[in-house]
Nanobody, 126 residues
Framework: QVQLVESGGGLVQAGDSLRLSCAAS????????MAWFHQAPGKEREFLAR????????NYADSVKGRFTISRDNAKNTVYLQMNSLKPEDTAVYYC???????????????????WGQGTQVTVSS
C-alpha cells in the first residue's frame, strides 16, 4: 500500500512562489506515475500536472502551464510542485496522487489515480 504525504503549503501573497513536496512510502516509487491536483472550496478536484515514472514526460493543465513545474527525485521517493507567480485563484487544498496503472498523457482524471495524500492548504492573498 502506497502512502503519500504532502508538505510545503502555506499563506503567501500574489506573485510569490511556493514549492510543494510529496513523499511516498510503502511501494516502489519508480513504478508510480505521479500527479498534483487541487480543490477549492465548493469546487471539484482539478488536475494540475502529472509526471511519468522516469520524469521524462510531464503534462500540465492550461491554467498552470508556464507557472507550475512538476518534478521528481526517485532517489528520495519524492515529487515536487514548484509554483511561481501565484494568484488568489490558486487558493485551494493541494493533493498528491499516484498510479501504477495509468501512464499516458491523458491520465488527468481523479479516477486515474489509486493513491492520494491528505492534502496541504495553499492560500494566496491579493
Amino acid at each position: 500500500q502506497v502512502q503519500l504525504v504532502e508538505s510545503g503549503g502555506g499563506l503567501v501573497q500574489a506573485g510569490d512562489s511556493l514549492r510543494l513536496s510529496c513523499a511516498a512510502s510503502g511501494g516502489t516509487f519508480r513504478n508510480l506515475a505521479m500527479a498534483w491536483f487541487h480543490q477549492a472550496p465548493g469546487k471539484e478536484r482539478e488536475f494540475l500536472a502529472r509526471i511519468s515514472w522516469t520524469g521524462s514526460n510531464t503534462n500540465y493543465a492550461d491554467s498552470v502551464k508556464g507557472r507550475f513545474t512538476i518534478s521528481r527525485d526517485n532517489a528520495k521517493n519524492t515529487v515536487y510542485l514548484q509554483m511561481n507567480s501565484l494568484k488568489p485563484e490558486d487558493t485551494a487544498v493541494y493533493y498528491c496522487a499516484a498510479t501504477v496503472r495509468c501512464y499516458s498523457s491523458r491520465c488527468n482524471s481523479t479516477s486515474d489515480y489509486e493513491y492520494w495524500g491528505q492534502g496541504t492548504q495553499v492560500t494566496v492573498s491579493s
